[in-house]
C-alpha cells in the first residue's frame, strides 16, 4: 500500500465524478467540445396562482355601481308598496264584477238622444212612459248604479219607499246607514272599486245630486275615478268616464264628493217597485 497523500492533494468537497469543472455548469454555457448539460424548468406550484387584484379605483367604482343599483331596487319596491298599500287589498270577485259591467255600458246614451229615456229605468219599471220606444223617462245616475249592482251580483232591493235603493240618489246614503257600508269622506275608508260615490248629499233634507260606480282607488287624498250615468259631459245623457272626479257629473257641478257606500253580495231576492 502506497503513501497516503497530503491533505492538500485530497479532492475538495463537492468535487463530483473526474473531469467535473466547476466553471461548467447548468447555468453557463458549456465549453467548445463539450456536450451542453440538461436545463431543467422550475417547479410548477401545487395550484395555479389567483389573478392579479383590480386596481384600488376600479374596485371603488365596481362597489359604487352595485350600491346605486341597489338603491334603485329598493327604491323601486318601495313605490309599489306605497301604491298598493294606497290601492288596498286585491279586488274581491264582487267588485270586479261591478266594474266590468259598467265599463261594459260605457257610451250608452239615451234615446231619444235629447231627453232621459233610457233603458236602466225602465227596468226598474221607474220613470215617465212618454218616449215611443221601451225606455221609461227619469233622471237616471241612481238607476245605473242600482242596475250594475245588481247584475254583477251584489244586494239590491229597489223600490220606491224609503229604506230601498230607487231612482233618488240619496237612497244609497240611507241604504248605507242601515247596513253599516257608509263612508263619509274624511274618515280613514279607502275608496275601493265596486263602490258607490254619493255626491252633493244634505243628510238634514236626505237628498243627493249625483251618483257613481268608482272604479278605481287613487288613494285617501285624491277622488277616485268614477263611471257615470246620466252623465253631460260628452252628450245630453250618458255613460261616461269620469277621472278623479270631485264633483258631480250633473247639471249641479259644484256639488261635492260626500261618501261611499260599498257594496254586499247578493243575500235576498229582488224586489222591484
Given at each position: 500500500m502506497g503513501p497516503v497523500p497530503p491533505r492538500s492533494a485530497r479532492p475538495t468537497p463537492h468535487s463530483g465524478c473526474p473531469g467535473w469543472d466547476p466553471a461548467f455548469s447548468q447555468n453557463r454555457p458549456a465549453p467548445s467540445g463539450r456536450p451542453a448539460l440538461a436545463t431543467f424548468a422550475p417547479l410548477s406550484p401545487?395550484?395555479?396562482?389567483?389573478?392579479?387584484?383590480?386596481?384600488?379605483?376600479?374596485?371603488?367604482?365596481?362597489?359604487?355601481?352595485?350600491?346605486?343599483?341597489l338603491v334603485l331596487v329598493l327604491a323601486g319596491a318601495g313605490v309599489l308598496v306605497v301604491r298598493q298599500?294606497?290601492?288596498?287589498?286585491?279586488?274581491?270577485?264582487l267588485r270586479a264584477r261591478i266594474v266590468a259591467v259598467a265599463q261594459g255600458q260605457v257610451g250608452y246614451r239615451t234615446?231619444?238622444?235629447?231627453?232621459y229615456?233610457?233603458?236602466?229605468?225602465?227596468?226598474?219599471?221607474?220613470?215617465?212612459d212618454d218616449c215611443g220606444n221601451d225606455n221609461l223617462d227619469e233622471e237616471w245616475c241612481a238607476d245605473f248604479a242600482a242596475w250594475v249592482?245588481?247584475?254583477?251580483?251584489?244586494?239590491?232591493?229597489?223600490?220606491?219607499?224609503?229604506g230601498y235603493l230607487n231612482s233618488n240618489s240619496a237612497s244609497f246614503y240611507v241604504w248605507g246607514i242601515d247596513h253599516g257600508t257608509w263612508h263619509p269622506v274624511g274618515s280613514?275608508?279607502?275608496?275601493?272599486?265596486?263602490?258607490?260615490?254619493?255626491?252633493?248629499?244634505?243628510?238634514?233634507?236626505?237628498?243627493?245630486?249625483?251618483?257613481?260606480?268608482?272604479?278605481?282607488?287613487?288613494?285617501?287624498?285624491?277622488a277616485p275615478d268614477v263611471i257615470d250615468g246620466d252623465g253631460d259631459r260628452t252628450g245630453y245623457s250618458v255613460v261616461e268616464v269620469g277621472d278623479h272626479?270631485?264633483?258631480?257629473?250633473?247639471?249641479?257641478?259644484g256639488a261635492p264628493l260626500s261618501g261611499y257606500v260599498s257594496p254586499t253580495p247578493a243575500s235576498s231576492a229582488l224586489v222591484r217597485g
Open positions: 401545487t395550484r395555479p396562482l389567483a389573478p392579479p387584484l383590480p386596481p384600488r379605483r376600479a374596485r371603488v367604482r365596481h362597489r359604487r355601481f352595485l350600491t346605486f343599483v298599500l294606497r290601492r288596498g287589498p286585491p279586488l274581491s270577485p234615446d231619444p238622444s235629447d231627453t229615456c233610457n233603458k236602466f229605468s225602465a227596468y226598474w219599471y221607474a220613470g215617465t249592482w245588481q247584475q254583477a251580483g251584489a244586494d239590491v232591493q229597489y223600490k220606491l219607499e224609503p280613514v275608508y279607502n275608496p275601493q272599486p265596486g263602490d258607490v260615490a254619493v255626491y252633493g248629499l244634505d243628510t238634514s233634507a236626505v237628498s243627493a245630486v249625483h251618483v257613481a260606480i268608482v272604479s278605481a282607488s287613487t288613494g285617501n287624498d285624491a272626479q270631485a264633483f258631480a257629473d250633473a247639471k249641479q257641478k
